[in-house]
């Protein structure tokens, strides 16, 4: 298993004892409501410790009932996370495709030096070493015949 595979798996054990953990060990019972928002539990408070306290702002919207605000906010979540998701994913293809990239440039600079190598403007022949180069006489077309002396 790799170390991404391993980091992975700790983390989804880790959401899923957050997420569980709360529910078995009875936090929140004896309370009308026991997993209320952040919001609901500060309102209590205030109202507890000053019963004539006015908020200084009222909602922009109310929405009509306690499904219809889990709605909202479950979709607002659902967006979060498909922006989240779309970003971490344009990262992701613009690391490979520059990656790709760069292979590619690398393979084609190696391809074009060999191609220098063996082409001779390294100042070699292009020969290996081993096969003779290619004579005069060959060169300019000729049968093969030796151009020393004519009979």
Do not use: C, H
């Not at 219809?68 to 490979?96: D, K, N, P, T």
């Amino acid at each position: 298993m790799s170390k991404n595979t391993k980091v992975n798996l700790l983390l989804l054990l880790l959401v899923a004892a957050l997420a569980v953990l709360p529910l078995a060990l009875g936090m929140g019972e004896g309370k009308e409501e026991p997993f209320t928002g952040a919001d609901a539990q500060a309102e209590a408070a205030i109202t507890e410790l000053k019963p004539d306290y006015e908020p200084w702002f009222s909602p922009l919207y109310e929405p009509p009932s306690g499904e219809v605000e889990s709605a909202l906010f479950a979709l607002q979540a659902a967006i979060g996370a498909g922006v989240l998701a779309y970003y971490f994913g344009l990262r992701r293809g613009r690391r490979q495709g520059a990656a790709a990239a760069a292979a590619a440039s690398t393979a084609e600079g190696s391809a074009r030096a060999t191609a220098d190598r063996s082409d001779g403007s390294d100042g070699s022949d292009g020969s290996d070493g081993f096969a003779p180069a290619t004579t005069a006489g060959s060169a300019a077309g000729s049968t093969g015949t030796s151009t020393g002396t004519e009979s």
